[in-house]
T-cell receptor, first 118, second 115 residues
Framework: GAVVSQHPSRVICKSGTSVKIECRSL??????MFWYRQFPKKSLMLMAT?????????EQGVEKDKFLINHASLTLSTLTVTSAHPEDSSFYIC??????????????FGAGTRLSVL | AQTVTQSQPEMSVQEAETVTLSCTYD???????LFWYKQPPSRQMILVIR??????QNATENRFSVNFQKAAKSFSLKISDSQLGDAAMYFC????????????FGTGTSLTVIP
């Protein structure tokens, strides 16, 4: 299957700082990328959908000014958690899909980023 | 929005035995895709199997197979010859062709494999 790389896998930061998480599709062009948040032993909660070259679409209740998403190329999307607070501590997962046969109609996931805000 | 229901929060199976995980969904669409993903303790989501709704034949991937009942809106996953490495959270997912590739996930089933 297709490969999606997510970096960093773990980050610890101080309250009030910003953190950037990268999501890359390594062997296909990701026309759409998704960002999820997952709480312990819970399902994935979709935060936003980003299409290459356009603004991200945020789900209801997700603050777009706090969770900045950029999808500037067909292989890279970034999620920046701005002015992070302890309540933002969570597991964040990205996924990607594309038009190529390899990735069509399927979401391939990154390995996730565990964010801990002190 | 479509809803996906996994009614079994936890399941267990003896090693080498067979287990079936259930999934039902609610939709008014006729064409869609269904998936089972596995999330082991590493938390990497791994695609296990997928099914296109227009195909009547049930999908099979080695020890994993599905029982797709379109009229009943049911999509169960059967794991045969269970192995210790099958222990994980399993998520059922629905993809609509009308919502820009968005997936709708169930709440997950935690599978324990007993040696």
């Amino acid at each position: 299957g297709a490969v999606v790389s997510q970096h960093p896998s773990r980050v610890i930061c101080k309250s009030g700082t910003s953190v950037k998480i990268e999501c890359r599709s390594l062997d296909f062009q990701a026309t759409t990328m998704f960002w999820y948040r997952q709480f312990p032993k819970k399902s994935l909660m979709l935060m936003a959908t980003s299409n290459e070259g356009s603004k991200a679409t945020y789900e209801q209740g997700v603050e777009k000014d706090k969770f900045l998403i950029n999808h500037a190329s067909l292989t890279l999307s970034t999620l920046t958690v701005t002015s992070a607070h302890p309540e933002d501590s969570s597991f964040y997962i990205c996924s990607a899909t594309g038009w190529e046969t390899l990735a069509k109609n399927i979401q391939y996931f990154g390995a996730g980023t565990r964010l801990s805000v002190l | 929005a479509q809803t996906v229901t996994q009614s079994q929060p936890e399941m267990s199976v003896q090693e080498a035995e067979t287990v079936t995980l259930s999934c039902t969904y609610d939709t008014s669409e006729s064409d869609y895709y269904l998936f089972w993903y596995k999330q082991p303790p590493s938390r990497q989501m791994i695609l296990v199997i997928r099914q296109e709704a227009y195909k009547q034949q049930n999908a099979t991937e080695n020890r994993f197979s599905v029982n797709f009942q379109k009229a009943a809106k049911s999509f169960s996953l059967k794991i045969s010859d269970s192995q210790l490495g099958d222990a994980a959270m399993y998520f059922c997912a629905y993809r609509s062709p009308n919502t820009g590739n968005q997936f709708y996930f169930g709440t997950g089933t935690s599978l324990t494999v007993i040696p």
